[in-house]
């Protein structure tokens, strides 16, 4: 649902950036590009508008935006900055100095793991996750385990796009999911 600041054609306009690749990285998978559209100042402004009216619209009480690197700082940066909350962020070992809490979570063909600062939430502190696209959601539950490890209480995931095909939808309920596009 888009609110009246943000009309449809501005929307569609912006989200018409993403540049598909068919058998990208290998037969059968579409690699969708934002490139373009993080380019493109006016469309970049259109995508962190329009997500912030989806928090917005929805009463969604927010203190403080939790997002994975890389692409999650893009979006949640912005984000964080146009609600005039924080950021907070998630990394790969060994990026974030101090004392981290991590997590280890399975991917296709092997593991990974991603770490907050150990101070960095505080307990019933009301967050929103933010990445860039819902696939397989792995590593978004990676993060959601995270942070419910330190007490915090998500209100959303907000991403730009969500593949339907995937299992993301699915792994990530029951917290609510705002997605801009789906393909």
């Known amino acids: 649902m888009v609110t009246k600041s943000i009309t449809a054609v501005a929307l569609d306009s912006a989200l018409s950036k993403i540049r598909a690749f068919p058998n990208t990285p290998k037969p059968g998978v579409t690699f969708r590009d934002i490139t373009p559209l993080l ?11 329009a997500m912030a009216e989806q928090i917005i619209s ?15 700082f893009i979006f949640g940066t912005a984000l964080a900055y146009r609600l005039g909350i924080g ?10 100095p101090g004392k981290t809490i991590e997590i280890s979570y399975d991917l296709e063909y092997g593991q990974d793991t991603l770490q907050i600062h150990a101070d960095a939430i505080k307990k019933g502190q009301k967050v929103l996750l933010v990445d860039d696209v819902l696939a397989t959601g792995g590593t978004m539950l990676a993060c959601k385990q995270l942070l ?3 007490g915090a ?3 959303a995931c907000v991403f730009l796009m969500t593949l ?3 299992p993301g939808l699915s792994i990530l309920a029951p917290t609510p999911i705002i997605s801009l596009i789906t393909y």
């Open 58 to 72: 929805n009463n969604i009480e927010v203190d403080a935006i939790v997002c994975p690197e890389a692409r999650g």
């Open 148 to 150: 419910i490890k330190q």
């Open 164 to 166: 339907k095909d995937l």
């Open 153 to 155: 209480d998500i209100q």
């Open 39 to 49: 380019a493109d100042g006016d469309a970049l402004k259109t995508i962190i508008d």
């Open 87 to 96: 950021m907070i962020p998630v990394r790969k070992p060994g990026k974030l």
